[in-house]
């Protein structure tokens, strides 16, 4: 690393590390920058000025990487005493001056790291070890921990040049477009979703935005979803692959159509053969629910998973020939990310992800993971903290499937994973695949009964939802199993470019999940 910015980061302090101000505002942009070191420092807004210009200048004059040295020099030709005072606030955490000083040549350092990355990076790091953390696009360390953020636009309110933006973009798609998947996604006329996902990425940074992992997160209720204009959204209702609600399953048919109540399936599947699939469903549900559940219960989660959700997906992906896995089961592909840039030999292995269900195929790949919540949970947070692990460990599925397949047949340009989500009575259906980027669908969802009123009315749409999405799975795994075989330069060309798709970013060690073990 040249000299100049070792120099400072090795002055940086401890406090830098555990700067609230990032951690709790990570859509910080270098306009703001002003305003956090008046926080750290108590210093003169005249006397920061002058410190943040001659910082910048030092940075632009250095031997730094040539991204590095026009950004900083880019910032310091623009940015203005005017501008820097409006962002400066009356704060002072006292200190010593030095301290203070040197904490400011370090969020300097910190900040300037993402500069000619794949995107820009608010400091990462370990506020246990006290210690800066580097990633590049081209080095990414994956003993990292930190929150990678969007690419800021250098001190203005205006988005980066188009000419950057694109260069980076086209990089990746190179890799994708040799592995033979879609990189575009539009109508040819007045709608591209991958130029709109630019722009939004551009604009929104947070801890649980799924664009710093190159994810759309398409489901409803995204911010992606509502900043899209209607005929956009119209485009992506139409190629979002939805589950049909339509299909009709006999059986069920024949046993909920003089049902009026709970007990009125219960004495049918006492007084008849179970010959079925299905019929057998309904008999393994009826015994979970007899004597219980007259109202919603307040149950803890594994029960609720034991009880609500297993016998039906059990069932459902069992006739499909696939194994249903119960009970915090770690992800392959979360450890396959962490570990394969590792040498067993010299580096500690690290401990993959856990999910509350995985559905393994019958070779034992995973292709579909699940995340529970308690029955009576309401806490929004952990809906968005699920939602947000789930899409991320798809990611991860992609890339390791993409990984496992190549090593004899080529990607399937619909290639998909799946995964699955209980909160607040729902369940919830997730594909992801590629087309310009990692596409997160929301392709169906059922209500889950949880009360014997409710189990006439709710239960056949539930089996339904579950034994469709099963099967989609299903299909999904014949595709790849169909693919064409690879020639041995096919296989070598397509193991390098795997080898350039950005992995999936740590998650912050200061946030734990709900299983209650913290992620990286």
Same mark, same amino acid.
């Given at each position: 690393?040249?000299?100049?910015?070792?120099?400072?980061?090795?002055?940086?302090?401890?406090?830098?590390?555990?700067?609230?101000?990032?951690?709790?505002?990570?859509?910080?942009?270098?306009?703001? *920058?002003?305003?956090?070191?008046?926080?750290?420092?108590?210093?003169?807004?005249?006397?920061?000025?002058?410190?943040?210009?001659?910082?910048?200048?030092?940075?632009?004059?250095?031997?730094?990487?040539?991204?590095? !040295?026009?950004?900083?020099?880019?910032?310091?030709?623009?940015?203005?005493?005017?501008?820097?005072?409006?962002?400066?606030?009356? $704060?002072?955490?006292?200190?010593?001056? !030095?301290?203070?000083?040197?904490?400011?040549?370090?969020?300097?350092?910190?900040?300037?790291?993402?500069?000619?990355?794949?995107?820009?990076?608010?400091?990462?790091?370990?506020?246990? #070890?006290?210690?800066?953390?580097?990633?590049?696009?081209?080095?990414?360390?994956?003993?990292?921990?930190?929150?990678?953020?969007?690419?800021?636009?250098?001190?203005?309110?205006?988005?980066?040049?188009?000419?950057?933006?694109?260069?980076?973009?086209?990089?990746?798609?190179?890799?994708?477009?040799?592995?033979?998947?879609?990189?575009?996604?539009?109508?040819?006329?007045? =709608?591209?979703?991958?130029?709109?996902?630019?722009? $939004?990425?551009?604009?929104?940074?947070?801890?649980?935005?799924?664009?710093?992992?190159?994810?759309?997160?398409?489901?409803?209720?995204?911010?992606?979803?509502?900043?899209?204009?209607?005929?956009?959204?119209?485009?992506?209702?139409?190629?979002?692959?939805?589950?049909?609600?339509?299909?009709?399953?006999?059986?069920? *048919?024949?046993?909920?159509?003089?049902? $009026?109540?709970?007990?009125?399936?219960?004495?049918?599947?006492?007084?008849?053969?179970?010959?079925?699939?299905?019929?057998?469903?309904?008999?393994?549900?009826?015994?979970?629910?007899?004597?219980? $559940?007259?109202?919603?219960? #307040?149950?803890?989660?594994?029960?609720? *998973?034991?009880?609500?959700?297993?016998?039906?997906?059990?069932?459902?992906?069992?006739?499909?020939?696939?194994?249903?896995?119960?009970?915090?089961?770690?992800?392959?592909? =979360?450890?396959?990310? #962490?570990?394969?840039?590792?040498?067993?030999?010299?580096?500690?292995?690290?401990?993959?992800?856990?999910?509350?269900?995985?559905?393994?195929?019958?070779?034992?790949?995973?292709?579909?993971?699940?995340?529970?919540?308690?029955?009576?949970?309401?806490?929004?947070?952990?809906? *968005?903290?699920?939602?947000?692990?789930?899409?991320?460990?798809?990611?991860?599925?992609?890339?390791?499937?993409?990984?496992?397949?190549?090593?004899? !047949?080529?990607?399937?340009?619909?290639?998909?994973?799946?995964?699955?989500?209980?909160?607040?009575?729902?369940?919830?259906?997730?594909?992801?695949?590629?087309?310009?980027?990692?596409?997160?669908?929301?392709?169906?969802?059922?209500? =889950?009964?949880?009360?014997?009123?409710?189990?006439?009315?709710?239960?056949?749409?539930?089996?339904?939802?579950?034994?469709?999405?099963?099967?989609?799975?299903?299909?999904?795994?014949?595709?790849?199993?169909?693919?064409?075989?690879?020639?041995?330069?096919?296989?070598?060309?397509?193991?390098?470019?795997?080898?350039?798709?950005?992995?999936?970013?740590?998650?912050? #060690?200061?946030?734990?999940?709900?299983?209650?073990?913290?992620?990286?």
């Amino acid at each position: 690393m040249h000299s100049a910015m070792s120099s400072l980061l090795q002055s940086a302090p401890r406090q830098l590390r555990v700067c609230p101000f990032f951690y709790n505002n990570p859509a910080s942009q270098w306009h703001e *920058v002003p305003k956090f070191l008046k926080t750290m420092t108590g210093q003169s807004a005249d006397v920061l000025f002058q410190k943040y210009k001659s910082s910048l200048d030092t940075i632009a004059s250095s031997d730094a990487p040539k991204p590095l !040295r026009q950004r900083a020099k880019k910032i310091s030709e623009n940015i203005t005493k005017e501008v820097f005072e409006e962002q400066c606030e009356d $704060y002072s955490l006292g200190g010593k001056k !030095r301290q203070a000083q040197n904490a400011m040549l370090g969020a300097f350092y910190d900040l300037m790291q993402g500069v000619g990355s794949k995107s820009l990076m608010v400091p990462t790091t370990d506020s246990n #070890k006290g210690r800066v953390l580097k990633r590049t696009k081209s080095n990414m360390s994956e003993d990292s921990e930190g929150v990678e953020t969007d690419e800021s636009n250098g001190g203005y309110s205006t988005p980066p040049p188009k000419q950057d933006v694109k260069l980076a973009a086209d990089f990746n798609m190179k890799v994708f477009e040799c592995l033979g998947q879609r990189c575009a996604w539009s109508n040819g006329e007045d =709608v591209d979703l991958v130029r709109a996902f630019k722009l $939004y990425k551009d604009q929104h940074i947070g801890i649980f935005e799924l664009s710093n992992d190159e994810v759309m997160d398409l489901t409803s209720g995204s911010t992606f979803v509502t900043s899209l204009s209607d005929v956009e959204h119209e485009f992506v209702l139409d190629n979002s692959n939805l589950m049909d609600d339509t299909i009709v399953i006999d059986d069920l *048919v024949t046993v909920f159509k003089d049902a $009026y109540c709970f007990e009125d399936v219960e004495q049918w599947t006492y007084k008849n053969i179970l010959d079925t699939p299905i019929k057998r469903l309904l008999l393994t549900l009826v015994d979970n629910w007899g004597g219980h $559940y007259e109202s919603r219960p #307040k149950i803890l989660e594994k029960q609720a *998973v034991a009880d609500f959700l297993t016998p039906i997906i059990c069932s459902s992906f069992k006739q499909v020939g696939m194994v249903t896995l119960t009970g915090e089961i770690p992800v392959a592909a =979360v450890s396959w990310r #962490k570990n394969f840039k590792k040498d067993p030999r010299l580096d500690k292995m690290e401990r993959s992800h856990y999910a509350d269900i995985v559905i393994t195929s019958k070779t034992g790949e995973q292709v579909c993971i699940l995340e529970s919540s308690r029955i009576d949970e309401e806490k929004q947070e952990k809906h *968005v903290q699920d939602h947000w692990k789930i899409a991320r460990l798809l990611r991860d599925m992609w890339n390791f499937k993409a990984e496992k397949l190549s090593l004899t !047949r080529r990607i399937p340009s619909t290639m998909a994973t799946y995964g699955m989500q209980y909160f607040g009575g729902r369940l919830r259906f997730y594909q992801l695949d590629f087309c310009g980027g990692y596409r997160f669908f929301e392709i169906g969802s059922a209500e =889950v009964p949880l009360a014997k009123d409710d189990f006439v009315s709710m239960t056949p749409q539930y089996i339904k939802a579950v034994m469709q999405f099963a099967s989609r799975i299903q299909q999904d795994i014949q595709n790849c199993e169909k693919s064409p075989l690879l020639t041995q330069r096919e296989k070598l060309e397509r193991a390098r470019e795997l080898k350039l798709i950005t992995q999936t970013t740590p998650t912050p #060690k200061s946030r734990k999940v709900s299983s209650g073990k913290r992620e990286t």
